[in-house]
């Protein structure tokens, strides 16, 4: 496989593992840097890249699973939390600007409370709109089990923002 093969069949989904990476690891130092270490596996294992029936898939499983091991190794809970992929760059008023900010921010702690499980489908389903059998070979996991998460998540989050948004109200 020559650089330019490596290239048009990996670049196309790059972005797409460093928002996994950051999603998990939310520093986007961390995730610049697993994205970089993931991009290098491949690379120095680009023999048997065609092996896979779907390097996409493929690489999204080595990204959780490294992210993952270095949230373990790293015990990486103090990492602060930096909303820099969701900036709305249109031309709305300031506080249009400041309610859609303050909605991102308690979407993103309430999805940072969730269980590992349902914060990865949640991303995989929700943020990379990745289809059930996709996420289904990454997480090795049934593909009712993981509408079941997915599920509990959703209304996890549900719940949580009809509190945030009715405090006080009976």
Same mark, same amino acid.
């Given at each position: 496989m020559t650089q330019a093969d490596f290239v048009?069949?990996?670049?196309?989904?790059?972005?797409?593992?460093f928002r996994l990476a950051?999603?998990?690891?939310v520093s986007r130092e961390e995730a610049e840097d697993a994205t970089q270490e993931i991009l290098l596996k491949l690379w120095n294992n680009k023999q048997k890249i065609s092996?896979?029936?779907n390097v996409e898939a493929f690489s999204m499983?080595?990204?959780?699973?490294?992210? #993952?091991?270095?949230?373990?190794?790293?015990q990486a809970q103090n990492l602060k @939390?930096?909303?820099?992929?969701?900036?709305?760059? %249109?031309?709305?008023?300031?506080?249009?600007?400041?309610?859609?900010?303050?909605?991102?921010d308690w979407v993103s702690s309430?999805?940072?409370? #969730?269980?590992e499980q349902q914060k990865i489908?949640?991303?995989?389903?929700? @943020?990379?709109?990745?289809?059930f059998a996709e996420? %289904?070979?990454?997480?090795?996991m049934n593909e009712t089990a993981i509408r079941v998460a997915l599920s509990r998540a959703r209304k996890t989050i549900r719940e949580k923002l009809t509190n945030t948004h009715s405090y006080g109200i009976k």
């Open positions: 048009s069949l990996v670049m196309p989904f790059k972005d797409k593992v950051k999603r998990l690891l092996d896979y029936n499983t080595m990204t959780k699973n490294f992210c #993952l091991d270095r949230l373990k190794s790293k @939390i930096v909303h820099s992929n969701y900036q709305d760059n %249109s031309h709305s008023s300031l506080q249009k600007q400041v309610e859609a900010r303050d909605s991102v309430i999805i940072e409370t #969730l269980p489908i949640v991303q995989l389903r929700d @943020i990379e709109q990745y289809d996420i %289904s070979k990454m997480l090795d």
